[in-house]
Each structure stands twice: as C-alpha cells, then as structure tokens.
C-alpha cells in the first residue's frame, strides 16, 4: 500500500463511482445493523464488519443519514469497559404483541380480575392465538386505556 492509497477515498481505491460506493456501504450498514438485532451494533463492530479501508468519517456520515431517516436509534449498551454507542432498528411500539401477564403485570389486577373483564367484553381488542394464549396488540391496549374514564 502506498501512502496515496491511504489517502484515497473508496471510490478511488474501488474504481467504482463515488455513488456507488455510497449506495453499497448504505446498504452494508444497514445489513449489519439490522442483524444486530435489539443488541445494536457499535461503531466498531459496523466499521470491521463493513471494511476497515473505508474512512470512519465517511462510515459516520452513512451511520448519521440512518439516523436521520428514523428508522434506526442511538443508544448505549453496557461493556466491560466503558459503555459503547450503538445503533439498532427502531421498533415500533405499536407493533408490540402483548401478553395477559403483561397486562395484568402493567395495571397491578390478579389474572383472575383480567378473565372476568374479558366475560363481560370489558378488555381491549385482542387474538386467541392457535395454542390458545391470548393477545393484545399495544396500540389497542393503549386506546382501551386512554377510553375509560375516572369513577
């Protein structure tokens, strides 16, 4: 490696055009991300996974636009050392399927209470699953809540 190729952006080192070295490390990040999972991925462990020859200022400009798009986050994952930023796939909370026992976790009433309200058709809207377990979706949970009024 000579000192210009140090110094040369992956486009030039690639041969291929500065947009498509965008797209193909966009596209990179993103893979890498969104195999993390809910764990997230570091700075570090983007930029080994990707290519260690692509500047970080360049990785952190591509990491930056994901952020911008708000479907990815930032956040902090505890290591042995010092905590690591890490960027994850946002979730969608009203995506989220709850349980009973979430539920009934969530508003402090025994199980038995829950059964009750769902014979008089008092509980949100929720699926029997095929095994027969019961689930509410967390949007619906949250208007059943914000619907019922003060006594």
Request: hydrophobic fraction near 30%.
């Amino acid at each position: 490696m000579t000192p210009d190729d140090r110094n040369a952006t992956p486009a030039e080192s690639s041969g291929r055009s500065s947009g498509q070295v965008y797209l193909d490390t966009f596209n990179r990040v993103q893979a890498v991300i969104d195999n993390a999972g809910q764990t997230g991925a570091s700075r570090f462990e983007i930029h080994h996974a990707i290519n260690r020859r692509i500047p970080k200022a360049f990785l952190d400009h591509v990491v930056t636009c994901l952020l911008d798009s708000g479907d990815y986050e930032e956040f902090t994952r505890p290591t042995k050392g010092r905590p690591a930023t890490c960027y994850r796939r946002r979730t969608d909370p009203a995506g989220i399927w709850l349980t009973v026992t979430e539920i009934c976790r969530n508003l402090q009433i025994p199980h038995a209470e829950w059964e009750t309200w769902r014979e008089r058709g008092q509980t949100p809207l929720h699926r029997v699953l095929p095994g027969g377990t019961l689930r509410v979706r967390r949007a619906d949970f949250d208007n059943w809540l914000d619907s019922l009024t003060e006594e």
